[in-house]
C-alpha cells in the first residue's frame, strides 16, 4: 500500500472551489500508478499558481525524491491535465529510486522522455501535449554534444528560457526514448524506469544521424517528365529551340545548426 500525504495550501483559499476534484483526482492516479509500479513514499503539495503565471515562472529545477509539487489555475482546472501531471511526477519518484532523476543533460532528458512515455502508457496513448513538441533542427547533435554537461540550465532546455522553444526539451526526450524502444515494444514500467541514462546514447546517436541524412529534393521532383503522358502536343503548343535543359542541382546533405 502506498503511504502518502496530500498537502493542500489554500490558507487564502485559492483552491477552495475545486478542493473535492483536487483530492479524487490525486486518489484516482494515485490508485491508476500503483497498479503498474510500487510508489515510494511521499508528499503531494498542491497550490495555486499565481495570476498571470506561465512555465517560465515557475521552479525549473529536478524533482526532489519524495516530494511532488505542483500549481494548479483554478479557474481552468482540467482533471485530465492534472492526472498526466501527477503521472509524469510519480515516475519521477520511481526513477529515484534507482539511477536518480541525474544531474546532466543526458540524464534530465532519459527521465523526462521515459516519464513521457508512461503517461501515454497508463492515459490510453495520450501523449503530455509537451512532449508533442517538435525540437528544432540541431538540438539532437547539441544533445549528444552537451550529454554529460552537470551546469544545464533546466529552464533554457525544458521551459522555453533562452534561444529554444519551450517544450523543445520534453519532445527530444520523447523521441529519444522512442528510438530507443523501437523494435521492443511493451516493457514493463519498473525495468524502463531503473534504467541508466547512458544506455540511450545509442538512441541519440540515431536520431542525430537521421537528422544529418540528405532528404528528397523537391525542385528535382518537379523538373523531372512524367512516365505516363502525351507522346506528342499540338502542334501550335511552340517550337523546339534546341535549348537543352538544365542538370539538376546536387542535395544539400548538411543541416543547418541549431538556434533560433
Known amino acids: ?5 496530500l498537502h493542500l495550501l489554500n490558507a487564502r483559499h485559492g483552491l477552495t472551489r475545486v478542493l473535492p476534484d483536487i483530492r479524487a483526482t490525486a486518489r484516482e492516479t494515485v490508485a491508476l500508478v500503483s497498479g503498474h509500479a510500487d510508489l515510494p ?16 515562472d515557475l521552479p525549473g529545477g529536478p524533482p526532489q525524491p519524495g516530494l511532488i509539487e505542483i500549481a494548479l489555475n483554478p479557474d481552468r482546472f482540467d482533471p485530465a491535465q492534472m492526472q498526466r501531471q501527477l503521472i509524469r511526477a ?4 520511481i526513477r529515484a529510486e534507482g539511477p536518480g532523476y541525474g544531474r546532466s543533460l543526458g540524464e534530465a532528458l532519459v527521465s523526462e522522455g521515459l516519464a513521457g512515455h508512461f503517461v501515454a502508457l497508463l492515459s490510453g496513448g ?13 538540438l539532437a547533435r547539441r544533445a549528444m554534444n552537451e550529454w554529460s554537461r552537470l551546469d544545464h540550465d533546466h529552464a533554457h532546455w525544458f521551459l522555453g528560457k533562452g534561444d529554444l522553444r519551450r517544450w523543445a526539451g520534453f519532445g527530444l526526450a520523447q523521441r529519444l526514448v522512442a528510438e530507443h ?8 514500467a519498473e525495468p524502463l524506469a531503473m534504467l541508466p541514462a547512458d544506455a540511450f546514447r545509442a538512441a541519440l546517436r540515431r536520431l542525430v544521424a537521421a537528422e544529418a541524412a540528405p ?6 521532383a518537379d523538373r523531372e517528365p512524367a512516365e505516363d503522358g ?14 537543352a535543359a538544365a542538370p539538376p542541382a546536387p542535395d544539400d546533405a548538411s543541416s543547418p545548426p541549431a538556434g533560433s
Open 90 to 93: 510519480m515516475h519521477h519518484l
Open 41 to 56: 513514499p511521499f508528499d503531494l503539495v498542491v497550490r495555486a499558481q499565481p495570476p498571470g503565471a506561465g512555465d517560465r
Open 215 to 220: 532528404g528528397p529534393d523537391p525542385e528535382r
Open 230 to 243: 502525351p507522346e506528342d502536343g499540338p502542334e501550335d503548343a511552340g517550337t523546339d529551340d534546341g535549348a
Open 181 to 188: 524502444l523501437r523494435g521492443q515494444p511493451g516493457g514493463d
Open 1 to 5: 500500500m502506498t503511504v502518502w500525504t
Open 126 to 138: 495520450t501523449v503530455d501535449p509537451r512532449a508533442t513538441t517538435a525540437p528544432p533542427s540541431g
